[in-house]
Nanobody
Framework: QVQLVESGGGLVQAGGSLRLSCAASGAIFSINTMGWYRQAPGKQRELVATITSRGVTNYADSVKGRFTISRDNAKNLVYYLQMNSLKPEDTAVYYC????????????????WGQGTQVTVSS
């Protein structure tokens, strides 16, 4: 129905950068909010950043000033998370999440997750 595919994870040294991508496809009328979340081993999944359809962004305190969430305006269904000054504590599986107005005979809102991409930051 709606698919989210993340890419861009990998291994990087502390202080380095990575850019994650999330490509949405399927029965999408519009995306209300796109978010990035992460889950480290033994910890609960936590919010990293969100962006609304109007471009309003929100960040976890732990990533403010280092991470930037954005939307590819040329490719409406592609979102990015630019991660700079990475720290070992940023190591986690990163998931994209979308609150989508699903296209069909009747429009309705639903919530979708990608499969996750591993980010590992070495010290």
């Amino acid at each position: 129905q709606v698919q989210l595919v993340e890419s861009g994870g990998g291994l990087v040294q502390a202080g380095g950068s990575l850019r994650l991508s999330c490509a949405a496809s399927g029965a999408i009328f519009s995306i209300n909010t796109m978010g990035w979340y992460r889950q480290a081993p033994g910890k609960q999944r936590e919010l990293v950043a969100t962006i609304t359809s109007r471009g309003v962004t929100n960040y976890a305190d732990s990533v403010k000033g280092r991470f930037t969430i954005s939307r590819d305006n040329a490719k409406n269904l592609v979102y990015y998370l630019q991660m700079n000054s990475l720290k070992p504590e940023d190591t986690a599986v990163y998931y994209c999440n979308a609150v989508v107005k699903v296209a069909g005979p009747t429009l309705y809102d639903d919530d979708f997750w990608g499969q996750g991409t591993q980010v590992t930051v070495s010290s």
